[in-house]
């Protein structure tokens, strides 16, 4: 299985003219970052911004960013299709039937890449979450074998950086590649 990779939000203002062409409508860019990166993680309050895109043949798969369980909506309440493209939740959920990672905290330090397998997230399901600075070195330690021979293979890896880098986000999709050969 390979990893779905994606990054945190399609809005950096950075991509403009980079990622982005120059001419590229503010309204097509979301449908132009999901036909490179098949993953978005994003904050509750930009779902609406992606109920069209949840039409598309080849849908969206979200990991949504919620840090308020208090507040947590039932999926079939979230915008006209969106809750049918969240695969898992990031942050404070409720118990349910997604896989839930949490938000990675000032506790874990320095730490440039973590893997987490996700509470009730099936096997394979786990998410690689890298900062801005890290690299395939980075990711390759972490998703070796630990002392007792066991492997963690993630179904998602998220770039977490404002803005994320275009050349991490396509280093991500080759190891993506190369896991799922």
Known sequence: MSMLVGARGWRHAQWNDGFYPGD???AWRLD???NEFPLLLVEHAELGEIGEAAT???PPVLLLAWRDPRSWPALEDLPSGVGGCVRALVGSAPPGPLP???WPSAREGGRSVLVYPGAGS???AALLWCREGSGARDWRASLEPDAGGCRVTPGYAVLDANPPS???LRELQLLS????E
């Open 100 to 102: 839930v990672y949490p």
């Open 24 to 26: 590229l409508p503010a």
């Open 56 to 58: 598309r043949e080849q």
């Open 166 to 168: 275009l050349a991490t």
């Open 177 to 180: 590649q190369l896991l799922g």
């Open 32 to 34: 132009y970052y999901l």
């Open 122 to 124: 099936p096997p394979g």
